[in-house]
């Protein structure tokens, strides 16, 4: 069974820049699409970007230009770099894994993370 665990949250000012994790264990990454969604309180999470098995990624038109999603197959880890904060970008942040190679819903994805807080202050 996989296990997901996202890290690297935490209290930033707007402009500046954190990376989040999503380590998998139990399971290899190599052949799932590994998408990251945020949620605030009394909202849906939402889609913020996904990288498929073939490494093609897809960003939210939101953090188009800010954020960069990669992987590491070795390592079974994807990343989320998040450059140029905006205090909008304030949510927990999960990662999930598809078994398509294009995925971007969140009815696409499973075996979600316990999640990680990203705060931007303005």
């Known amino acids: 069974q996989v296990h997901l665990v996202e890290s690297g949250g935490g209290l930033v000012q707007a402009g500046g820049s954190l990376r989040l994790s999503c380590a998998a264990s139990?399971?290899?990454?190599?052949?799932?699409?590994v998408g990251w969604f945020c949620q605030t309180p009394g909202k849906e999470r939402e889609f913020v970007a996904a990288i498929g098995w073939s490494d093609r990624t897809y960003y939210a038109d939101s953090v188009k230009g800010r954020f960069t999603i990669s992987r590491d197959n070795a390592k079974n880890t994807v990343y989320l770099q998040m450059n140029n904060l905006k205090p909008e970008d304030t949510a927990v942040y999960y990662c999930?894994?598809?078994?398509?190679?294009?995925?971007?819903?969140?009815?696409?994805?499973?075996?979600w993370g316990q999640g990680t807080q990203v705060t931007v202050s303005s």
């Open positions: 999930a894994r598809s078994p398509k190679n294009s995925a971007w819903s969140e009815t696409d994805f499973g075996s």
């Open positions: 139990g399971s290899s990454f190599r052949t799932y699409t």
